[in-house]
């Protein structure tokens, strides 16, 4: 009876429940979520629907606080950003417009963690203006407050999400296709896809940083959670936060050890070491140091003493989970429901206004007063909550979708401190990235017997932030479920081990996800065709790939992680495109692609070998125990493509000398060109003997390709050279 009348009352709840039909469901609101709200829209899908939990749009730009970009790499032992692209590049330059506009420069913050910074009402701002052409156009539809609840599968495919809200009744939305960039990957957990939480064990995968077996923490352990602490000055005026209930200053003992202030202008470039403390770590507006008006003054906390693990939980909240469902405080925080997990993220704000606590009381009493001190720092109001703490903690690490492929440590680890190639560079490569394998410290040491007491932060032997990475690719199929339909993975919901998704988890990397997964929704919907189709579909993964080259209503994607190549480059496309498909390898040692240098003879003949081997009526390598010519001996690499280009072509009779180390000009091009029988023009006579630049080269060789007949080859995983079998001399 207690039953029937409970659904007597749920009835007109249900009966009101709202029902929209779509294209495409994006569910979040994070960055991801976003790009692949802009992108699906720019290429033509009619009716995207985007789901959000919250009113802000943005993720970690925004709702997350994280209002200084992490984007570092090294070339030549210096720290400088990974070079940008996409809808990240367009988003940039939309934060650099507005820093420019608002304080008269576009780099305020002099961070110590990043060059590019903006606060997060601004970036809420900017999020909304990226969507807003689309949303008045009628393509999207943005409904917020509402947290998925269920999703129902027909036939192995996703076709409806119901979101339940607080505010309002119920909402199902049905769609052809979903993309789940959740900040959990609620979407994918709800359709019963196959995902992973928590750990890889070394079984798994193989790799080196994973453990044997679980112990206490078990499967709860990930990268820890944090909220940001955004402040402004007072300008003098004591803004001292109220003791949170659990502070105890043995906690944040980390702190009583460094300095919490520096004066430093990062003139010397980030992470120059004198200008690290909790205060310039994150700074977002500088005003002393650039002249600003008083009051102008910004930054935010977001230092590792803050962070806040997800396993070996204080007694308070295992209590509080136990209440909601027996069991609940020993389950990965991905399996619980978003009442739940709110628990934990109370415990998390109290722990991050103990950090706040800590430095405008213990450490300022410790340095003495002065200017910059965190006493005269208050919490900035713009997030509109009760705690002018933001909506959302930064989340490092969700659900990892169990997709057609799995990227792994051992696929992008590197053998030395400075970033090369990964051993692993997929051919359907949606974009390139590099970042260390950085792990927050993920587990806590109790300093009492008592679990509701101080506890300090680990960081164990294997989940650290010192392992270096090389440059990579992510591959189109990490984006597609090993065995559900209708549903592609974004945001951190994607085909990783939970030891590289601490490597691929930045700004810029996941809204290239969200681009990457907007394209393959766009050309899934377009095609009529399942995403699994699609990316097993070589000529369709070459089409793609070009789609997101060429970026279609704003900069391109780079798909090949070339350090010097932007997508401003006349020669973007062209270099990606002969990247992408092994055609233009990097030197291993050299990380930039020289685009002004002029090409040798040698090089240039490799080429043209390699575009001939893509092309349809291709012939086979040749052999040949002589070789060729005097000055290419047998051991000379570039021998066996030099022999296949004249070999197949009409060069004969042969010169005894071939001399490829000799600069090769435009008269050099169009004559091999013509004796291969590929496409030559007028334009390259013109040249003459001018020297023919790695650009150019790129260029004219991306146009013979595409003229020629290209015959589509797609590696499911490059071997140990990154070279397609067809390619690779025999």
């Not at 990268?223 to 003791?243: F, H, M, W």
Request: aromatic letters at 8%; a neutral charge.
């Amino acid at each position: 009876m207690r039953f029937f009348l409970s659904t007597l009352l749920l009835l007109p709840l249900l009966a009101s429940a709202e029902v929209i039909e779509a294209d495409l469901l994006i569910v979040g609101g994070s960055e991801s979520a976003c790009a692949a709200a802009i992108q699906a829209a720019r290429l033509g899908v009619k009716k995207v629907v985007l789901v959000n939990d919250i009113d802000w749009l943005g993720g970690q730009f925004s709702a997350e606080g994280v209002g200084c970009m992490d984007e570092w790499t090294v070339i030549n032992g210096k720290r400088v950003n990974f070079p940008r692209s996409g809808l990240f590049l367009e988003t940039i330059q939309r934060i650099r417009a507005h820093n420019s506009a608002k304080y008269g420069k576009a780099c305020p913050g002099n961070s110590f963690c990043g060059t590019e910074t903006i606060e997060p009402a601004a970036a809420a701002k900017i999020f909304e203006e990226l969507v807003k052409p689309h949303v008045e156009s009628g393509t999207l539809r943005i409904e917020r407050h509402y947290e998925p609840h269920s999703v129902t599968v027909k036939n192995g495919c996703v076709t409806a999400t119901t979101f339940h809200s607080a505010r309002s009744s119920p909402l199902t939305v049905k769609a052809r296709l979903t993309i789940d960039a959740s900040d959990w990957g609620d979407v994918i957990r709800l359709s019963g896809a196959k995902y992973s939480a928590g750990p890889d064990l070394k079984a798994r995968f193989g790799e080196a940083s994973a453990p044997e077996s679980f112990d206490d923490a078990g499967a709860q352990e990930m990268n820890p959670i944090s909220y940001c602490v955004v402040l402004r000055e007072t300008q003098g005026k004591d803004a001292t936060v109220p003791r949170p209930p659990s502070y105890d200053p043995r906690s944040f003992a980390a702190l009583d050890k460094i300095p919490p202030w520096v004066d430093s202008d990062m003139s010397a470039g980030i992470y120059s070491p004198s200008g690290n403390s909790p205060y310039t770590h994150r700074r977002l507006v500088d005003r002393w140091h650039n002249g600003f008006a008083p009051g102008t003054e910004a930054t935010f906390i977001n230092y590792p003493v803050q962070d806040y693990p997800l396993c070996q939980l204080p007694q308070r909240v295992v209590d509080a989970l136990e209440k909601t469902e027996a069991g609940a405080s020993k389950k990965n925080i991905v399996h619980l429901s978003p009442a739940q997990r709110r628990i934990i993220f109370e415990d998390a704000k109290g722990h991050a206004l103990g950090v706040l606590h800590h430095l405008q009381t213990a450490v300022h009493d410790r340095v003495g007063d002065f200017p910059q001190s965190f006493r005269y720092l208050k919490l900035t109001d713009e997030f509109g909550t009760a705690d002018n703490l933001p909506p959302k903690p930064y989340v490092r690490e969700g659900l990892r979708l169990e997709a057609m492929t799995m990227l792994r440590e051992q696929d992008i680890r590197a053998r030395s401190r400075e970033p090369k190639w990964a051993k692993v560079l997929p051919t359907d490569a949606v974009f390139a990235f590099q970042f260390n394998i950085d792990f927050h410290p993920t587990r806590r040491n109790y300093l009492t017997a008592d679990r509701n007491g101080p506890w300090q932060y680990i960081h164990t032997k294997d989940r650290g932030w010192h392992t270096d990475t090389d440059r990579a690719v992510f591959p189109m199929r990490g984006l597609v479920p090993v065995e559900m339909d209708g549903l592609l993975g974004a945001g951190k919901n994607i085909g990783v081990s939970s030891v590289v998704q601490s490597a691929l988890r930045l700004h810029g990397q996941t809204m290239h996800v969200g681009q990457a997964a907007g394209t393959l929704a766009w050309m899934s919907l377009r095609d009529g065709a399942p995403p699994r189709q699609i990316v097993s579909e070589p000529s369709k993964t070459r089409e793609l790939q070009l789609k997101l080259a060429r970026g279609h209503g704003g900069p391109g994607i780079l798909l090949w992680p070339w350090q010097d190549i932007t997508p401003e480059d006349l020669h973007f496309e062209a270099v990606n495109m002969l990247s992408v498909r092994g055609i233009w390898q990097p030197q291993p040692d050299d990380v930039l692609f020289h685009p002004g240098r002029t090409i040798s003879r040698g090089e240039l003949a490799s080429l043209l070998a390699r575009v001939c081997r893509s092309l349809k009526d291709s012939k086979e390598w040749p052999h040949s125990d002589k070789p060729l010519y005097t000055d290419v001996p047998a051991d000379n690499p570039m021998r066996p493509f030099i022999e296949a280009m004249v070999t197949w072509g009409d060069f004969a009779p042969l010169a005894a000398k071939f001399t490829p180390d000799q600069p090769a000009n435009w008269s050099t091009l169009h004559t091999w060109l013509t004796r291969l029988h590929l496409p030559a023009t007028r334009g390259q006579l013109d040249q003459g003997k001018q020297p023919l630049s790695r650009a150019e080269a790129a260029i004219q060789l991306w146009r013979v390709l595409q003229l020629g007949g290209e015959v589509f080859h797609i590696v499911a995983d490059a071997n140990t050279n990154n070279v397609p079998d067809h390619l690779d001399p025999k």
